[in-house]
């Protein structure tokens, strides 16, 4: 079908395939096209993607098996009280599904992704993996030095391995890729909140996640695309409750759950469920003369967004939170915390008390990547939504 | 005869193993676990040595007349009625005894007759059940009891208009009580009474002499020495489920694990790789040539994916639990299960069946969500290796075995050979049995538990 | 993470000495208000201790609260309490006692209600849950919180880098925090007096841990390690008192040592050593003793463990310095035990199999604990591959009693000890 909500339908169903390329396929193209470039594989949450590109790598966010694979070998090496994405995760490894990736970083998130990490080495010790220390001092000169550091060895170990060395004009130019994503994505989230029914919480997830495996610059233009055609397409005006949906993602949602919440009435207006995509408020800035690297870390230091994994330095728990809901003027918020997730789990009662401050309704459940069932979610979410529009009523 | 004892207390059944010293078997038992574990262990046992009586009587009467050969299955089914009968005659004792309580005083009047009567009827009801060729829903006593039970006791309540869930709730107390009780199985006079069953008096002998009390006396000469014969228990060995609290002598308790690993490579002598699912745990073994475990792995804390979790969804259904695999095997495909937590089987069923999927679909899921769980078991523990044999009760399922041999195909080729056994349900009992075996040739004391007086071998 | 006060169970004269250190120091926090003596709460992997006490500031460890919570039976109320506020289950069951005992009146283990803290000393050492924890009592407390971000050894190597940037920290953050508490300025002098005694003990604890190479050990080097422990992990590092009780620990160690003696047990001394094992992985501490019992009635004796590395790591050379005072807190928490990736564990563990003669090793798995658990079963094939040793898995909790199920674990432990015999017999026994 020709007209914008064919642009629409298409650029969905390259989406789609994107997040469902679970073989990397596309990586396997990717590196066919680009003889020597290596394929860096990172856990979710943040990692600084324009450094990776401007040594000529593809980053490929990793986000798991979801629900279609079956856990054998991965299931083999957890406990059952452990989240469900490092068993995926092993389990697509040692059945070949990563083989395109020369290494994989493993961000600092939790206690599971870090000793994954160390897994990996144990597993795989001829493929390069890399731990990634966030910093948890916020002072330039001194977590931001760290951070400065460790980004230089992880040049260095890339660079060993066959990458472009580190040079500031490509990262500046990089970190000019991003910048562009970042705003087309920021102008999806305005969308999204001003017109919640033209942009879909299911369709901004496929589109946003579909940069897993993209360099910056080609989601950027996917995202663009989209949002013109989206614009245009006609759509039916809803009635339903806007909600954030929080759940400090690493483990993804199977798709299956975004939809429910959407079928009970429920207009996710904003989430988290791409993190590494948010963990930066705004433009990433390099002054002119500016050290890129520097500008690159100092945007994390100072611009960070709250996450569970972020320590809240001198701030209040809960605060941006409450901020976001009012922003995008939501009527409340949806915990959905991975089964077993400490930074979700443990960060979930003190959010709650900011809301209940604040006098923001919520409600929360938990899931794992593979639930197969929605029957409860359902019936929950639907309850909260007609909770939620009486409550709005009678205020 | 001297003999071995290996008994294997599980959470669903209890079994027990008579080797000879020779290490044949010569007798198995198996009985309902149930509160009082040294009650179903004794029950298990003696049904073992009822089972080695038999093996020694038919081969006994084998020597002695043609017409013994046929005689024998019947004269097994003869000892199981009058058994019954012994057993129904307990459970309506019982059953006075609990509406002389207080508890129902104000029902004894209304029940007492009927309930005498819902006995006689079970009763007269026996001989069809123990009919030679006769297909019993299950051998134990419990389970023919409570549906003899539950039938009379429908008809005639709603025949007299009585309470019948009173009539059932005064049943399960008597049946807790029965089967809790140390039974005393004198096994002579029992026999003796079967074999007067079913010993040949009108029918002619094969030679065309008139029937006579030749033929019968001969019968019942033969059944008395094989009764006086004495069975000596020389040494024990005990297994099973939740070990710390087994009733039998801590130096004679060995390890599940062990035993198991050693029953299996004793059927399978090529056995590197055990699986055992039982009713509560899931085990992974690997043992060497000798049978020796090397190393192994129990499923964790819940007990998801083991047998009982079949049970809950048999249960969910409305299902006998061996009716499962037959009906997982008529799917067409297999829905994609992901949860194997036996609390939330209930909900998942339910919401599948009312999303309109097909039921053997979803049993094929089930089974597969199952299997899946055990394949990373069996890698936790070093993976599978040639052969592998599949014990437990979840063994006899056939679709468990199915795809259970489809994964093994796809993740560790085609080079693998799958022993699964009809009697795997004895391999624990068995295992047990060969470690006390080498206590005997070692020389080691051997304890026997309180349940086994060592006396003058005639058996309980 | 840690180390239970001492009990009746041991009654060594050094368990004795500890018993009376801890009363002491629970005397001087009750005290505290009274006497204007600032408290600090912090966590034992990554304490500082040594910079507290010369700054006259009192430590509170909420760890050990959380512990001796379950030792008293109280963990399981706490653990409700947090849960109907809101916790979920999923998550540590330490954090969880320790809110549930603040909810019912911060009640310390020697009956008397624990000051409420001055600061929050986060050390971010090894365990990412340290950092929830803290935020979680930062919204209780309302004080103010010192950060000290420990950064991750996962090549098991600390670099310039990592030391520089702990040693920035304390510095310009942590020490000036702590000085505006004790209204003070640090004393050099006083901070290097207490790493030399610190240095000491630590020498004599090496010693203690090194005997359990004799046949049979004199020591029991985790449940028994765990009261060894006790008075470095804890409040006592760089104290007079820690020096005198390593020393004294270490003369009764090596006397036992020279009279061919096992190690003192709940039931007495231990005889007829059979196994010898090293465990990963924390203790149970709701059925610390029924869980000993475990392995005391089979004749195992853990001859290493790494639990008892949490609150530092001696025994690969590390001590502290008082020539480079910060350099060594940094060094310090850079090496506990739970800071280290997973292969360098997985070396210390194998190291630790082979200098000791171990027969087997056990991993006790603890749903409480990531830091520790996430990835232990790959470490227990390793192990097993590269030492030939077998090993057993074992799952229970910190302080949560429904995750210890007594006849699970038994059953487990049971079958291990028996699959040890068989295998020494080389045959079906």
């Not at chain 1, 890399?130 to 948890?136: A, E, F, V």
């Not at chain 1, 789990?345 to 309704?361: F, H, K, S, V």
Request: glycine content about 10%; aromatic content about 8%; charged content about 25%.
């Amino acid at each position: 079908m020709a007209g914008p909500l064919g642009d629409c339908e298409a650029r969905l169903a390259r989406a789609r395939a994107l997040v469902e390329d679970r073989r990397l396929d596309t990586v396997r193209a990717w590196k066919a096209g680009h003889p020597g470039g290596l394929a860096i594989g990172h856990m979710p949450v943040y990692v600084p993607r324009p450094m990776l590109e401007a040594q000529g790598c593809l980053a490929v966010a990793l986000f798991g098996g979801g629900d279609q694979v079956d856990i054998i070998r991965g299931d083999s090496y957890f406990q059952s009280y452990i989240c469900h994405i490092p068993r995926s995760t092993i389990e697509l490894a040692l059945t070949g599904d990563l083989e395109p990736l020369d290494g994989v970083l493993f961000p600092s998130i939790c206690d599971v992704i870090r000793n994954l990490g160390g897994m990996w080495k144990l597993l795989f010790p001829d493929r390069y993996s890399d731990y990634l220390d966030l910093p948890q001092d916020f002072d330039p000169e001194v977590g931001g030095a760290f951070y400065v550091r460790e980004l230089g060895r992880i040049a260095g170990e890339l660079e060993r391995r066959g990458a472009r060395p580190l040079e500031p004009g490509a990262l500046r130019e990089a970190i000019a890729r991003e910048n562009r994503r970042r705003a087309a994505l920021e102008a999806m989230d305005a969308l999204r909140a001003r017109e919640p029914w033209r942009v879909r919480a299911s369709e901004a997830y496929l589109i946003a996640r579909a940069g897993a495996a993209l360099p910056a610059q080609e989601h950027a233009t996917l995202l663009e695309e989209f949002l013109a055609a989206a614009a245009l397409r006609e759509v039916r005006y809803r009635d339903n409750v806007r909600v954030v949906l929080v759940g400090a993602f690493c483990e993804q949602p199977p798709f299956e759950l975004v939809l429910t919440l959407e079928r009970a009435g429920c207009d996710i207006i904003h989430d988290d469920l791409q993190l590494g995509l948010r963990a930066i408020d705004g433009e990433i800035r390099v002054p002119e003369g500016a050290d890129p690297l520097e500008a690159l870390a100092r945007a994390y230091l100072e611009q960070g967004t709250a996450m569970a994994s972020r320590y809240i330095g001198e701030g209040e728990k809960g605060v941006a939170l409450v901020r976001r809901v009012c922003d995008a003027a939501a009527d409340g918020v949806v915990f959905a915390a991975a089964s077993f997730c400490d930074p979700a789990l443990l960060d979930q009662p003190m959010l709650e008390r900011a809301l209940e401050g604040a006098g923001i309704p919520f409600t929360s459940f938990k899931f794992a990547e593979n639930t197969g069932q929605f029957q409860v979610i359902r019936e929950q979410a639907g309850a909260f939504s007609d909770a939620v529009k009486l409550w709005g009523k009678e205020s | 005869m001297r003999c071995v004892v290996g008994i294997d207390l599980g959470s669903t059944t209890t079994k027990a193993v008579l080797l000879d010293e020779s290490g044949g078997t010569v007798g198995r038992g198996i009985t309902n676990s149930r509160s009082n574990y040294e009650v179903a262990s004794a029950v298990a046992r003696d049904e073992a040595l009822t089972a080695a009586r038999f093996h020694r009587l038919e081969r006994a009467l084998g020597a002695t007349g043609r017409e013994a050969p046929a005689l024998g299955p019947a004269l097994r089914e003869a000892f199981r009625l009058e058994l019954h009968l012994d057993q129904i005659e307990g459970l309506g004792e019982e059953i006075a005894r609990q509406l002389a309580t207080p508890l129902y005083a104000q029902h004894a009047r209304e029940l007492g007759r009927p309930l005498a009567e819902v006995m006689d009827l079970a009763r007269a009801e026996a001989p069809g059940l123990f009919r030679d060729g006769a297909e019993r829903r299950s051998d134990f006593f419990r389970d023919l009891a409570g549906a003899a039970f539950l039938s009379g006791a429908e008809r005639i309540a709603r025949r007299d208009g009585l309470p019948f869930e009173r009539m059932l709730g005064i049943f399960d107390r008597a049946i807790l009580e029965v089967e809790a009780r140390p039974a005393h199985r004198d096994f002579g006079r029992l026999l003796h009474r079967a074999a007067s069953r079913v010993a040949p008096t009108t029918t002619p002998a094969a030679d065309g002499r008139p029937p006579g009390n030749g033929a019968r006396g001969r019968l019942l000469e033969e059944v008395a020495r094989a009764a006086a014969e004495p069975i000596l228990e020389v040494a024990f060995v005990g297994t099973g489920y939740g070990r710390s609290t087994l009733p039998f002598p801590r130096e004679a308790v060995r390890s599940e694990i062990l035993c198991h690993g050693r029953g299996a490579h004793r059927v399978f002598p090529g056995t590197r790789t055990v699986l055992d699912i039982g009713g509560q745990d899931t085990k992974a073994i690997q043992v060497d040539a000798q049978g020796v475990v090397s190393t192994f792995q129990m499923n964790d804390r819940c007990a998801a994916g083991c047998g009982r979790y079949l049970g809950y969804i048999a249960d969910e259904l409305n299902l006998g639990l061996h009716e499962l695999g037959p009906l997982a095997l008529k799917a067409r495909r297999s829905v994609k299960v992901n949860s194997t937590c036996t609390v939330f089987a209930g909900a998942e069923l339910r919401e599948r069946l009312a999303l309109g999927q097909d039921r053997s679909d979803i049993l094929a899921g089930l089974h597969r969500a199952i299997m899946l769980r055990a394949m990373s078991l069996l890698a936790r523990s070093g993976g599978v290796s040639d052969e592998f044999t599949f014990t437990g009760g979840v063994s006899k399922n056939v679709m468990a075995t199915r795809v259970l041999r489809e994964l093994v195909v796809q993740h560790y080729g085609e080079g693998i050979t799958l022993n699964a056994h009809p009697d795997s349900i004895y391999m624990g009992a068995l295992g047990a049995a060969l470690y006390a075996l080498d206590d005997v040739r070692e020389g080691r004391p051997s304890v026997l538990p309180t349940f086994m007086p060592r006396e003058d071998g005639r058996g309980g | 993470m840690t180390t239970p006060l001492a009990t009746a169970a041991v009654k060594d004269a050094s368990q004795q000495r500890q018993k009376r250190m801890i009363a002491e120091h629970f005397e001087r926090l009750a005290a505290a208000r009274d006497e204007g003596r600032k408290v600090v709460y912090t966590f034992v992997p990554g304490n500082l201790t040594e910079l507290l006490g010369a700054l006259g500031l009192l430590p509170v460890l909420p760890e050990i609260n959380a512990l001796q919570s379950g030792m008293r039976n109280r963990s399981a109320a706490y653990i409700a309490e947090a849960e109907r506020a809101g916790h979920s289950e999923d998550v540590c069951t330490y954090v969880k006692c320790d809110i549930g005992m603040l909810k019912s009146g911060n009640i310390g283990p020697t009956g008397t209600r624990l000051p409420d803290p001055d600061l929050l000393l986060l050390s971010y050492t090894g365990c990412f849950t340290f950092m929830k924890w803290f935020e979680l009592l930062r919204q209780e407390y309302r004080c103010p919180v010192a950060m000290l971000h420990v950064p991750y050894q996962s090549d098991g190597v600390i670099t310039e880098s990592m030391r520089s940037y702990v040693v920035e920290q304390l510095r310009r953050r942590v020490v000036p925090a702590l000085e505006r508490l004790a209204g003070r300025p640090l004393d050099m002098d006083e901070l290097a007096a207490r790493l030399a005694r610190s240095r000491r003990a630590e020498e004599d604890l090496v010693a203690v841990w090194e005997s359990a190479r004799h046949r049979p050990s004199p020591i029991d080097g985790y449940f028994g390690g765990v009261y060894y422990v006790g008075p470095i992990f804890s409040s006592f590092r760089g104290t007079g008192d820690a020096e005198a009780y390593y020393r004294e620990l270490r003369s009764e160690v090596e006397s036992r040592m020279a009279r061919g003696e096992g190690p003192t047990t709940p039931d007495g001394p231990a005889t007829g050593e059979r196994y010898r094992l090293v465990v990963e992985g924390p203790p149970n501490w709701t059925s610390f003793n029924e869980f000993w019992r475990m392995f005391i009635r089979e004749g195992a004796t853990v001859v290493a463990s790494t639990y008892t590395r949490v609150g530092g790591l001696y025994d690969t050379g590390f001590r502290h310095d008082p020539a480079r005072p910060l350099e060594s807190l940094a060094d310090y928490c850079l090496g506990c035990y739970t800071n280290l990736g997973l292969p360098t564990r997985t070396d210390l563990i194998e190291r630790y199999i082979r200098d000791y003669q171990a027969d087997g090793f056990v991993i006790n798995s603890v749903k409480s604990c990531n830091s520790f658990s996430a990835g232990q079963l790959l470490v227990l094939r390793e192990l097993e591959r590269r030492t030939g040793v077998p090993g057993a898995f074992i799952e229970s909790d910190l302080v949560d009693p429904r995750y210890f199920g007594k006849a699970n674990i038994e059953n487990r432990l049971q079958s291990y000890f028996q699959m040890l015999e068989a295998r020494r017999r080389g045959g079906p026994s």
